[in-house]
């Protein structure tokens, strides 16, 4: 097809978490026909995840709407089917590049195709950074015991009263190592070094807190467990030493990746991380007028569901207002 | 009871709408027991009316998780029983007035207790205003054809490719009257006086929209209809002739008021219009310390019931972190 042929379409999103199809359900009945592209299926995610992180959850309880919890594929479905319900066409591929430099956008489509955009609303998520170890995966998936979100998982109550670990040394490790306690008989902090790289007051405050045990100079070789986690093979990063710890949970605190590869640095504003930065308070504006976000993309500090939701919405009626505001209909 | 004994909670939060609730689900997950005072139920509500907004709001189509729409009433309830599943108390009681120049914070409360806290969550929402007519209001709460809100309710099948009207004739009710050409067949809109008081460009768009038929000098003295809406009786604000006009739904769009009259302008600050400032970008503080905000009482932009909850959810992580920062567990 040439380039030149190629239909404009009013509004992209890209991403099918609960931020891109919130955005979807808002664009729609908005009557601007979005296309979302939800990626192409893939085991470990370098773009987008169909449905997003929460294809890999099992119970979420803290969704609004569903007071007995929800399966996290079936949230997904729930959400995806109401965006289909109005007029959201779906393309299950990536965007592999975007040229934002010139209007309207143009998106490089996995397919080999190219698609034209007035507005773009970017909600590609992040993946939580694992230790790397299959039968952390495993259990990860069936709902075994290990999680990477204290604030999602931490209140389930197979944690209860029960001996947990936690893996990482950074800020985001202690604030869940301190969140963990509200639960927890004790929690291990295990960390590859003698000393954590966090804060001195957010280290300090796990140090004093008489639930934590710092794990130092250790690593996770292995997560042991049938269908529930039982305990970790851990190695002493000095001596080479093997040994076991009996835990009932594991939580991996090791960072998040926002899926913003695609993105050229030189074009959109990012993070030192690689987190969209959105310039206006409250809103989902990033730094290219018509380009939008929402998401786990964009938010290292929350990385909610239903946050992610709520910056959905507020990306398509942001996008919905700039679109009238250029008289595109 | 002598206030020197007055048990201090750790976490209180003001309103009961999905900003309130979402923040309770996710404080009680976090174990801080929260507090919730949902307001005592009221027909015109000066303070907070349990439940929201969406108690006089008859179908929700654009809250995720419900792909066949839903009941505002039965959404709330939902969200309702989700927070009580942990351990959320209720007061059906309103917050009369903060003494947050002190802490604990001191709030005090219909019945004429006092009840002492470390931290505050307000989530007291925001209300429609309204032309004052009894048939306008008969038909809101039953689904008949008239709505404060274009994004929520423009899509309906019912307004499809009818004669609307809109009153108002600030940039909100400019900025509606452009999404509803997106459905009507014809907008009419209705202004008292013969200028908007909307900034230029926006009274030029709608002025330039040929769908849109501005109705000057006219103020509507009532709504025609039984079941839904027929038509509206007008009167011209100069010579007070009356007339009607045929139309299948009407939107008020003469502002809202947030719920924030009960809080001291000397102590939290509000916008001119009331609503509460959030002074750090796109996270949940106010410019008290220990004091959080979410949902409709600090939005003035967006309004929806996802994005309330998107709020409650991070306003109680704030909170809970804070709570943290302070030692209090």
């Not at 299926?41 to 803290?62: A, I």
């Not at 796990?206 to 130092?216: A, F, I, R, S, T």
């Not at 076991?244 to 050229?264: E, M, N, Q, S």
Request: aromatic residues 6%.
């Amino acid at each position: 097809m040439n380039e030149q042929n190629t239909p404009i379409e009013k509004i992209v999103i890209i991403g099918s978490g609960p931020a891109g199809w919130t955005a979807a359900i808002y664009a729609a009945r908005a009557n601007l026909s979005p296309v979302v592209y939800e990626g192409i299926p893939k085991q470990n995610p370098s773009l987008v995840l169909p449905g997003g992180q929460l294809m890999l959850t099992t119970e979420v309880d803290n969704f609004p709407g569903y007071p007995e919890g929800v399966e996290g594929p079936q949230l997904m479905n729930d959400i995806k089917k109401q965006a289909l319900r109005f007029e959201t066409r779906i393309k299950s591929l990536d965007v592999d590049t975007c040229d934002f430099t010139q209007r309207p956008f143009t998106l490089n489509v996995s397919d080999g195709s190219v698609v034209k955009a007035h507005c773009v609303i970017i909600a590609t998520g992040a993946t939580a950074n694992w230790i790397g170890l299959d039968n952390e995966m495993r259990l990860a998936r069936s709902g075994g015991g290990v999680s990477a979100c204290a604030v999602c998982d931490g209140a389930l109550p197979v944690f209860r009263d029960q001996p947990l670990a936690i893996v990482g040394g950074g800020d985001s490790a202690m604030e869940e190592a301190s969140y963990l306690t509200k639960f927890a008989s004790k929690v291990y902090v295990i960390h590859r070094r003698d000393e954590f790289r966090a804060s001195k007051i957010m280290a300090q405050r796990v140090l004093d807190n008489p639930k934590c045990v710092p794990v130092w100079n250790s690593v996770v070789t292995d997560v042991l467990g049938e269908d529930k986690i039982s305990g970790l093979q851990l190695k002493d990063t000095k001596t080479g030493e093997e040994s076991t710890l009996d835990v009932k949970g594991l939580f991996v605190a090791i960072g998040h990746t926002p899926a913003t590869k695609f993105l050229d640095p030189e074009q959109i504003l990012l993070d030192d991380k690689g987190y969209i930065q959105m310039p206006v308070p409250h809103q989902s504006m990033t730094s290219i007028e018509g380009v939008f976000v929402a998401g786990d993309c964009a938010d290292s500090l929350y990385r909610q569901a239903i946050t992610a939701a709520g910056m959905g919405c507020k990306s398509a009626i942001d996008a919905e207002r700039w679109l009238a505001d250029q008289g595109i209909h």
